[in-house]
């Protein structure tokens, strides 16, 4: 995996605001990676990050994460039901791309 994209990866899911949450497919627009990609990055190196922020296209997390998450979603009071995060928790690509714009640091300009 490219070291500089998985970076970005990760510093634009910590962007992501408490009470809300991003599909993978947006993060990927912002840090120019496919969805698939952004969920190989969650996958093994999402663990020291707010993965919980990070959800399919339907809310949705993998069944495994789900218990854990629904506990950092209710202390963070992001919207959801028992099964997946709300549509109102999430951020659009403009949000996500502003936030980025203004607070990130792209590992791959030294």
């Known amino acids: 995996m490219d070291e500089v994209v998985v970076e970005r990866v990760l510093r634009i899911v910590e962007l992501v605001p408490m009470g809300n949450v991003v599909n993978y497919g947006t ?12 969920g190989r990055v969650m996958k093994e190196f999402g663990s020291n990050v707010t993965w919980w922020r990070v959800v ?11 218990p ?3 506990g950092r979603w209710d202390d963070e009071g992001t919207p959801h039901t028992h099964e997946k995060a709300s549509r109102s928790a999430f951020i659009d690509i403009d949000d996500l ?14």
């Open 27 to 38: 993060v990927g627009l912002v840090a120019s990676c496919s969805p698939r990609y952004v």
């Open 56 to 66: 399919n296209a339907a809310g949705v997390l993998p069944e495994a994460l789900l």
């Open 68 to 70: 854990t998450a629904r």
């Open 97 to 110: 791309e502003e936030l980025w714009r203004t607070h990130g640091i792209d590992p791959g300009s030294s």
